[in-house]
């Protein structure tokens, strides 16, 4: 059997893992689920009251929306991020967390990065499902985009999973792998405009020289992130050259983690 | 998984062909980048074959046993049939659905109910939705924690955890039925339940092949038994003839 059918034929299980995560993720809060919001709702009001009211970066007015609000504008592009880290680090994780079960049970590994990208994914539609209101709210019409939007996360979703599936195998070798990944992507946050518009790279380029764009660009997140808030924040349709960047990486991504993960599942009982 | 026959027609459940497994010992236990770029290229590793070279075929409605000292093997070979190795040599051939109950529980989620892990430690061990709904009556009743089934599991006794557990590895239904070393869960009485259940199993053509360091045990359930030595097969055939052998050389060792 290949291991694809093989994955199909339990998927049952991937069902059942993500409820796991799902359920256990807020169990014995008081606030349960609602902590999914209040998390990123947080970390707006620090980002906004930093980059906006002291700072004073200025991204511009949504076209056609006409929104113009730090916030809201920051939110369309760091939700998609925090999905992309929720299921790096948590892909990372995933084999080394669960030596009990590896050891002990036969069953396609992949499933547990895969079972992390669902629940995850759960997440980040409830996120997106308010952010969509208060967008309305604030002026915008993302309704007609939402379709749009939901092959968006299927691309994010994939790039953030191969990356996690190639990660969690070398984890397993190396366990300095998730705390490398700890530092390393705070630092790639920080080198792709979320927080602060694209502009400021360009006119960083005035002075330094057209190479900072072009180095700028070859981050796929950067795409990916782009085509969230064209569509989210502006309500129009993203351009080709973020379609075609953000859909290439995320099948190299997912292409190579199922491979190198699918090549070396049936070791990792052993190596743990 | 190849070859596949029904259940209860002639050829054997299981067939291991010259199965062998080994492992790296490293001499550097310490897996850290820093010491694979401190030795370089040089891999400084001994191999170490848990299982070497094992034959045997188990006949479907068979209970097998495995025995040996610690260290042994048995639970390396165990593992391979279960998949969860991948032989280095050799091959294994399992006819039908295998299910593994290494350990009990594993799985259980602490803050889980017990009513939401039988559904999730069914779908781990092969079933879908529908059968552990069709089932679940039956392992409540069989594990004896009704009273409990909403709380989650954590507040269990070690007890009732290993007895819930226990009772949706059984309730599986599969054809082969891996079990290392976990018969002794529970008291007396669920024990004698436990009991009937793998003799009700090996009645309907169902065959288990379990690892036990109780003789007396081994001695009650398994028609065959083989014996594992240094991860080599040292003597395979009918329980009592293996195991007198197995008992006659303790105790020359121990005298």
Known sequence: MSYGRELIATRELLLNLTMREVKGQYRRTVLGQLWSIINPLATMVVYTLVFSLLLRFEPPAGVPSGIDVYALWLMCGLLPWTYFTRVVNGGVASITSNVGLITKVYFPRMHLPLSITLSTAITFSVELGVLSIALWVFGGFPLPWLPLVVVAVVILAMFATGLAMMLAILNVHFRDTQHFVGILLPMWMFLTPIIYPFSLVEAAAERTGAWVVTVFELNPMLHIVQVFRTLLYDNALPGPLDWLAAIVAASVSFSLGYLVFSRNERRLAELL | ?255
């Open chain 2, 1 to 255: 998984m190849s070859g596949v026959t029904p259940r209860g027609t002639a050829g054997a459940a299981i067939v291991a062909e010259g199965v062998s497994k080994k492992f790296r010992l490293f001499h550097e236990r310490n897996q850290t980048l820093k010491s694979a770029i401190m030795r370089g290229r040089r891999i400084v590793s001994d191999d170490f074959w848990a299982v070497r070279d094992v034959s045997f075929e188990v006949p479907h409605g068979q209970t097998f046993g495995l025995i040996g000292r610690n260290g042994s093997g048995k639970s390396t070979l165990l593992k391979t049939l279960a998949r969860i190795y991948q032989p280095d040599e050799g091959r294994v051939v399992m006819s039908g659905r295998v299910s593994s109950m290494l350990e009990v529980g594993s799985g259980f989620h602490p803050e889980l109910s017990g009513r939401e892990n039988i559904f999730l430690n069914g779908s781990i061990l092969g079933l879908t939705r529908k059968q552990v709904a069709a089932r679940f009556d039956e392992i409540v009743d069989f594990s004896g924690v009704e009273a409990f089934i909403d709380q989650p599991v954590k507040n269990y006794s070690s007890g009732m955890y290993v007895r819930l557990g226990f009772a949706v590895a059984v309730h599986t239904e599969p054809d082969i039925l891996i079990v290392d070393e976990i018969l002794s869960v529970g008291d007396g009485a669920f024990r004698e339940k436990s009991r009937k259940k793998f003799a009700e199993f090996t009645g309907e053509g169902r065959t288990v092949i379990l690892v036990s360091h109780s003789l007396f045990e081994i001695r009650d359930m398994c028609q065959q038994v083989a014996w594992m030595h240094a991860g080599r097969l040292r003597a395979i055939g009918a329980t009592d003839d293996v195991v007198e052998a197995y008992e006659a050389s303790i105790e020359s060792e121990s005298s």
